[in-house]
């Protein structure tokens, strides 16, 4: 067990961050408004910005403030928010995943491809970064406290951390130690009491669903929880979790201890 959540936590994800048409200066070589950078799926997309606008900035023809506002990324011409994990987003938008017991050789050697895009105007669905690193840590926090809210019927663990707790929470995320991150989220989960478990779907249709889910009735699955919602999983609609297809009669708990990503939420896309 301790080994599958390690290499959640280590698992990562090929990208290929390319200038947009419209910020690109003309005539720019391909080496010089295309970046390849390997992505944390427990991670965010933001954090990566300062470093790929620090390679790819001097190619634009735009002014720009600094490297967090007015900047995001777009798939297939689709804008991507950077508020979820980038493996969730990655699931969603674009995997090829594996089954539980499958090699993950292809999800490895697969491209992410994102356009680096850039105005005065964000496009509809896109959360504007306005306080950078800040903003990301607040919006961070503020999952967790929904989370905990859901967990335990009140946000009290979390808002009563520590100081040094908190920022060793949060530091953890970014030196990406591992350790540190766990003796804190323990905190915050109360073991066989939790009322219910923060669960997200996003679904084929692009549905995005947050349903109830308590955890104190008999032994939940997979299923039980999508049929709740109406969900039939089938072949050609399967649930992915961190990558991964996951069988329909496993245990949500498990699930959850499993594969909960650092923003407190068990992520389920269904494709």
């Known amino acids: 067990m301790e080994e599958l959540r390690e290499r959640v936590w280590h698992g990562s994800l090929n990208v290929e961050i390319m200038l947009s048409d419209s910020i690109v200066v003309p005539n720019t070589p391909l080496s010089e408004k295309c970046y390849h950078i390997v992505v944390?799926?427990?991670?965010?997309?933001?954090?990566?910005?300062?470093?790929?606008?620090?390679?790819l900035g001097n190619n634009v023809i735009v002014t720009y403030e600094n490297p967090y506002k007015q900047w995001w990324f777009e798939y297939d011409g689709v804008p991507?928010?950077?508020?979820?994990?980038?493996?969730?987003?990655?699931d969603f938008l674009c995997n090829s995943s594996t089954t539980s017991t499958g090699k993950e050789d292809d999800q490895r050697l697969q491209m992410w491809k994102l356009k680096l895009c850039h105005g005065n105007k964000?496009?509809?669905?896109?959360?504007?970064?306005?306080?950078?690193?800040?903003?990301?840590?607040?919006?961070?926090?503020?999952?967790w406290k929904q989370a905990c809210f859901i967990l335990n019927g009140s946000a009290k663990r979390i808002m009563s951390l520590s100081i040094p707790d908190f920022e060793a929470f949060w530091q953890s995320l970014i030196s990406r130690h591992q350790p540190d991150y766990i003796k804190v989220r323990e905190k915050l989960l109360t073991p066989n009491k939790t009322k219910h478990i923060p669960i997200r779907v996003w679904t084929a249709d692009a549905s995005f669903l947050q349903p109830s889910i308590p955890a104190n009735s008999d032994t939940m699955t997979l299923f039980d929880v999508m049929t709740s919602m109406d969900i039939k999983l089938q072949e050609n609609n399967r649930a992915i979790i961190q990558g991964i297809v996951i069988c329909s009669d496993e245990d949500i708990i498990n699930l959850y201890d499993l594969f909960a990503s650092i923003d407190g939420f068990l992520y389920v896309v269904i494709k």
């Open 40 to 55: 944390l799926r427990e991670s965010f997309l933001a954090l990566y910005l300062p470093a790929i606008v620090r390679k």
């Open 80 to 90: 991507v928010p950077w508020e979820y994990p980038c493996g969730v987003l990655f």
């Open 122 to 143: 964000y496009p509809p669905g896109i959360l504007p970064l306005v306080d950078g690193l800040r903003q990301v840590k607040d919006h961070w926090k503020h999952q």
